[in-house]
């Protein structure tokens, strides 16, 4: 509440309180309105056929599940029932009040919740009644077979030497991407940015909220934990992309060649931190993109915790 309100909502209230009989009155905020729209998919007042056809798709796609997938299922199956017969889709929008399609957001939010559907925080859990199901084991089977298989897939494109360098790689005659801005400073150098950062990748990572059909106890299968995970430490710049991306083979090694060449002698600006990880404070030869590391988070693992 906004402190210079404080004193008239108070205020308001008192008034509200006295003419109600001293009871406060039941607030409307947030609440929503009924238009009179009735939901088709509901056991009750609905159709039987829409109703089952739809639980049977949102318990089994609950992994995917959105308002705006259930949303776009809805009037598809609507649009399916009835074809290409336009009398009959009228008819079925005037006994449901239905005036529009697609229908709003907010009303498949509310006709979603009505058929039990929950977005809640996701539970850690082993055991599910669907945890052994065949769709797991199936899913199962079509990961090894896509992997097998994806070398035979319409998704891999072939083209000329020349059309790949002019389309992924940079020009020869522009080594950093570009040119400098012709207000530059013909006696400065020119300013390459770096950034940096981590970042945690697992092999099963878990979302914070998740649907579920709560009268079934339906739920999507959830692994115990997020497993096994790798971090990874980069630097990244306009000029050499994702660590040093932008530069491999010969011009790759030619770089390491010249890096190495300034490392020699040299030692770590922390000499103890060096000796605790390398065992020496003398910088050791690169052998492979320095800006790219990988490590296995945890304590007293690759010497990050």
């Known amino acids: 509440m906004a402190r210079q309100n404080q004193g008239r909502t108070v205020q308001r209230w008192y008034l509200e309180f006295k003419r ?36 049977e798709w949102g318990k089994s796609n609950l992994a995917t599940f959105s308002i705006r997938t259930a949303g776009e299922k809805m009037v598809g199956m609507i649009r399916d029932a009835y074809g290409d017969d336009l009398g009959k889709l009228e008819s079925f929008q005037n006994e449901f009040n239905i005036s529009e399609l697609p229908i709003k957001d907010w009303v498949i939010s509310k006709w979603v919740h009505e058929l039990g559907f929950e977005y809640r925080p996701a539970q850690k859990r082993y055991m599910t009644n669907v945890h052994e199901g065949e769709g797991r084991l ?13 070398i035979n897939e ?16 940079n020009q020869e005659d522009l080594p950093l991407g570009g040119n400098p801005s012709v207000r530059k400073d013909p006696s400065k150098r020119i300013s390459i940015v770096f950034g940096q950062d981590e970042a945690i990748y697992k092999c099963c990572p878990m979302n914070k909220n998740t649907w579920y059909h709560t009268p079934s106890g339906t739920s999507p299968i959830q692994e115990k934990s997020e497993g096994a995970g790798t971090m990874v430490s980069a630097f990244i710049s306009r000029e050499f992309g994702f660590g040093m991306s932008n530069i491999s083979g010969t011009k790759l090694k030619e770089a390491l060649e010249r890096c190495n060449k300034a490392r020699e002698g040299k030692q770590y600006a922390k000499p103890f931190a060096a000796n605790f990880v390398h065992g020496t404070t003398d910088k050791a030869p690169l052998t492979e993109d320095p800006c790219v590391r990988f490590f296995d988070y945890g304590k007293g693992q690759s010497g990050y915790w």
Do not use: C
């Not at 009871?23 to 829409?50: A, Y």
């Not at 083209?159 to 002019?166: I, L, M, P």
């Open 138 to 150: 199936q899913r199962i089977k079509y990961i090894d077979w896509a992997f097998a298989n994806e």
């Open 20 to 55: 109600n009989n001293l009871k406060f009155p039941v607030s409307m905020r947030g609440k929503i309105k009924s238009t009179g729209i009735k939901n088709p998919f509901h056991k009750e007042h609905g159709w039987n056929d829409l109703h089952v056809s739809f639980l």
């Open 154 to 169: 319409a998704r891999w494109y072939q083209v000329e030497k020349s059309v790949f360098k002019r389309l992924f790689t």
